[in-house]
């Protein structure tokens, strides 16, 4: 299995970003999917989830200071996960990385995720 993260970039406070992983496994409708970032000198934090549901839609999971901000989603077709990220804030600043784990239902806890991509740096600027 292996992920891709893109989209990140440098962005004011206020802008949006679309960040997207592409998946390569086979089933990927079996693998629930997530997005962690890491800030300078913190650990890795759980950002957004979306499980594997058997009509595609996937029920979502989000880290409490980037609801109402961002939308995770998953393309079934396209084996690709989203991640839209709007009214960034400086504090959203991070290395975000996707990752997967081969089970229906979302963990919060990175080390619940056995396959992770490279990460893609956001950086918001105040």
């Known amino acids: 299995v292996q992920l891709q993260a893109s989209g990140g970039g440098l962005v004011q406070a206020g802008d949006s970003l679309r960040l997207s992983c592409t998946i390569s496994a086979r089933d990927f409708r079996t693998y629930a999917v997530g997005w962690f970032r890491q800030a300078p000198g913190k650990e890795r934090e759980f950002v957004a989830a979306?499980?594997?549901?058997?009509?595609?839609?996937?029920?979502?999971y989000y880290t409490d200071s980037v609801k109402g901000r961002f939308t995770v989603s998953r393309d079934g077709s396209k084996n690709t996960m989203t991640l839209q990220m709007n009214s960034l804030k400086p504090e959203d600043t991070a290395i975000y990385y996707c990752?997967?784990?081969?089970?229906?239902?979302?963990?919060?806890?990175?080390?619940?995720?056995?396959?992770w991509g490279m990460g893609t740096l956001v950086t918001v600027s105040s």
């Open positions: 979306i499980s594997w549901t058997s009509d595609w839609t996937g029920d979502t």
């Open positions: 990752a997967a784990r081969r089970t229906r239902v979302v963990a919060t806890d990175p080390t619940s995720y056995r396959y």
